[in-house]
């Protein structure tokens, strides 16, 4: 059960979050959990949805924002991002098993996507502290100047989701998957 409210409905939402909710809906046909949790706070969820939209403008592919979530949130332990990841990332971003699998242990199976989510992963475990080197390794994969402020960007964003599910306990919406967190 979660820890902080989550409204049941877009009507329960504080009429601030009201208009964004019904845009969420109205873009991917459910309102997920996550969502009305930040719909607490209207200023968080307008934050959290802009930069979800700039990033989605951004020149690093879906499929690979897709990827790098789901190495951080292994990273973070974070169940709930997992489970929305992993069906997201099966359904809309079309990853296979394998794929995924890869992800999460932070690297992937695409030769140009296994240097962004291995530069990620670096970026989460180390917070930002990377080596000259892992930067060089970006660049020479094809990555520019952009697209690595963009990666890091995605590390950021999807960071804060992991910790705020994990401060909720947000209660999962999706087909559940636990991480594979050390104790």
């Given at each position: 059960?979660s820890?902080l409210?989550t409204?049941?409905?877009?009507?329960g939402?504080?009429a601030a979050?009201q208009h964004m909710?019904?845009?969420v809906?109205?873009?991917?046909?459910?309102?997920?959990?996550?969502f009305r949790?930040?719909?607490?706070?209207?200023?968080?969820?307008?934050g959290?949805l802009?930069?979800?939209g700039?990033?989605?403008?951004?020149s690093?592919?879906?499929?690979?924002?897709?990827?790098?979530?789901?190495?951080?949130?292994?990273i973070?332990?974070?169940d709930?991002c997992?489970?929305a990841?992993?069906?997201?990332?099966?359904?809309?971003?079309?990853?296979?098993?394998?794929e995924?699998?890869?992800?999460?242990?932070g690297?992937?199976?695409?030769?140009?996507?296994?240097?962004?989510?291995?530069?990620?992963?670096?970026v989460a475990?180390?917070?930002?502290?990377?080596?000259?080197?892992d930067?060089?390794?970006l660049?020479?994969?094809?990555y520019d100047?952009?697209?690595?402020?963009e990666?890091?960007q995605?590390v950021?964003l999807?960071?804060?989701?992991?910790?705020l599910?994990?401060?909720?306990?947000?209660?999962?919406?999706?087909p559940?998957?636990?991480?594979r967190?050390?104790?």
């Amino acid at each position: 059960m979660s820890r902080l409210a989550t409204p049941a409905t877009i009507d329960g939402a504080p009429a601030a979050s009201q208009h964004m909710l019904e845009a969420v809906e109205k873009q991917l046909g459910v309102v997920p959990n996550m969502f009305r949790l930040v719909a607490n706070s209207p200023a968080a969820l307008e934050g959290y949805l802009a930069l979800s939209g700039a990033l989605a403008k951004g020149s690093i592919p879906a499929a690979t924002g897709e990827r790098i979530a789901l190495a951080v949130a292994e990273i973070n332990g974070c169940d709930y991002c997992l489970s929305a990841h992993t069906y997201l990332g099966k359904h809309v971003a079309k990853l296979d098993d394998a794929e995924i699998t890869a992800n999460r242990s932070g690297a992937s199976n695409d030769l140009k996507a296994d240097a962004a989510v291995r530069f990620a992963a670096k970026v989460a475990r180390e917070r930002g502290h990377v080596a000259e080197a892992d930067v060089t390794a970006l660049k020479a994969a094809g990555y520019d100047d952009a697209q690595v402020i963009e990666i890091v960007q995605h590390v950021a964003l999807n960071t804060w989701t992991n910790y705020l599910n994990e401060v909720a306990k947000t209660d999962i919406d999706f087909p559940a998957v636990s991480s594979r967190k050390a104790a």
